[in-house]
Each structure stands twice: as C-alpha cells, then as structure tokens.
C-alpha cells in the first residue's frame, strides 16, 4: 500500500487526476472503476477541465460505476446516475459508461447481470474509491461475511445519515443499493482510494494503524498488490 499525503482537497484531486493522465496516456482503452459521493466532486472537476484543455482523452476508455441505490429511477436527481451525467459523462467523452441499473425489476439478475459486462469487457484496470465514515467501500457495509460479486444490500444507519444531506426533506432515502462486491474491486489492477476530511479522520486511523479489521471493509484493501491511497492532512490526523 503506498500513501500521498496531501496538503488539501485540491491537492488530493490534482493528484488523483494525474493518475488518470498516466493511465489513460498509457493506456487509452482502459476500463475505469468509477465512484460518487462528495469526496469524487473536485477530482471529477479537474478531470473536466483537463478534457477541455485537450489534456486527457476518454474517447477510447470504458467506465463501471460501484453501486447505485436501489430502487431508483435513472431521473432521480439523488440517482447516482444522474450524479455521474451531471459531473462527469455529460462533460468528457468516454466511449460507453455503465452503472448498476436501480430501475431494475429483478435486481438479483441485475447483480448477475452487470457482473457479466465487467467481465466480458476484461475488468477493471484503474478502480477509484472513496471510504464511508463506518469504513465501507462502494456499498459494501462492515459485515462478518463479504459478497465477492455485485450484490443487493442493506444500507446500514450510519451510512443513511451520511448520505441524508443529498436528500431534500422529505425525499424518500433508498435505504438499499446495488454494490459490486469485494471481489470485484479487488480483480481490479490498481486501486486508488481518496480520504478527505475530518470526519474520516476515526476511520483513517484505524486503516493506518496495521491490523487487517475485518469490520473495517477498507482494511481488506490492505492485502492487494496496487493499493494507493491518497488523503489529505485533515483526514490523516485521527
Ligand atoms: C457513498 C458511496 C461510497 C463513497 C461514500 C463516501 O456511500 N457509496 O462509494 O465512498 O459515499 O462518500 P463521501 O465522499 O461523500 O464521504
């Protein structure tokens, strides 16, 4: 695990964003593991910006977006769907994006089926990941036992208090979500994990702090070959 301790925010999202130059220069039909959630918002406006200064080209790249609610309509401005349209997709020009569908019918099929587009497209090269206040990565909450494949969970309390501030009062939460699974993050060949923030500063503590927690699903990136994780002063003083 190699960890680039940043000054800022910005400078979390400027070196984040580097890494997508070097992967997409290398490397231009790369397939991209996508996340959401506030600590995404400045790297996505910086990968933005790049494209619009001709510096980085997404026109051969393929992207997987982590989770998704469940049940969600695509049109639902809280739709992780919509989050990546409106800061990224609509901005860049990737080549085919993909999300796990929350209009599903049948959202187990939907688990298996989005499992086999990652795969028939041969993985995931570069995967980005944020990191809940309670540890979790994409959707996956701390558990005893971990999904390997998307799968179909439900949102612990911590995470939908998190999450609440995106939704106006008296929105409807889903208080579920489609996830790839921890298998699925860990097929991939480099991981890029972003902390920002105070209020992860319990939980960076305890991923620093050398123990494999098994209630911590972050920790369990501790044991993949290519982990980066990129955080800030704030986030690194718990
Ligand atoms: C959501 C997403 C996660 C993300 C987390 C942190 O729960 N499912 O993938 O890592 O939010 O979000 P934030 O960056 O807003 O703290």
């Not at 231009?28 to 506030?38: E, N």
């Not at 494949?149 to 208090?161: A, M, Q």
């Not at 209020?199 to 290519?226: M, W, Y």
């Amino acid at each position: 695990m190699k960890k680039i301790l940043c000054d800022s925010y910005e400078e979390i999202c400027r070196v984040a964003a580097d890494f997508y130059t070097r992967q997409l220069g290398d490397k231009p039909d790369s397939i991209l593991g996508l996340a959401t959630g506030g600590t995404m918002i400045g790297l996505y406006e910086e990968l933005v910006r790049r494209y619009q200064e001709g510096k980085i080209d997404f026109s051969k790249a393929r992207s997987f977006n982590l989770d998704e609610y469940y049940p969600i309509k695509k049109s639902h401005p809280q739709s992780y769907d919509s989050y990546m349209r409106e800061n990224l997709f609509d901005k860049v020009n990737f080549l085919k994006t993909s999300l796990p569908d929350g209009e599903a019918a049948d959202p187990i099929a939907e688990c298996s089926r989005y499992d086999e587009e990652l795969e028939s497209a041969g993985g995931i090269d570069l995967m980005l990941l944020g990191i809940g206040v309670n540890g979790h990565i994409g959707f996956n909450e701390p558990a005893k036992t971990y999904h390997l494949g998307t799968n179909l969970v439900g949102l612990t309390e911590s995470t939908l208090v998190a999450n609440s501030r995106f939704f106006g009062p008296g929105e409807r939460q889903p208080d579920q979500a489609l996830t790839m699974g921890i298998g699925s993050i860990f097929a991939s060949n480099k991981i890029l994990l972003l902390i920002s923030g105070t209020s992860k500063g319990q939980i960076a503590g305890r991923l620093f702090e050398g123990n494999l927690h098994t209630d911590v699903p972050a920790c369990l990136l501790l044991l993949h070959p290519d982990v980066t994780i990129i955080i800030d002063r704030e986030a690194d003083g718990g």
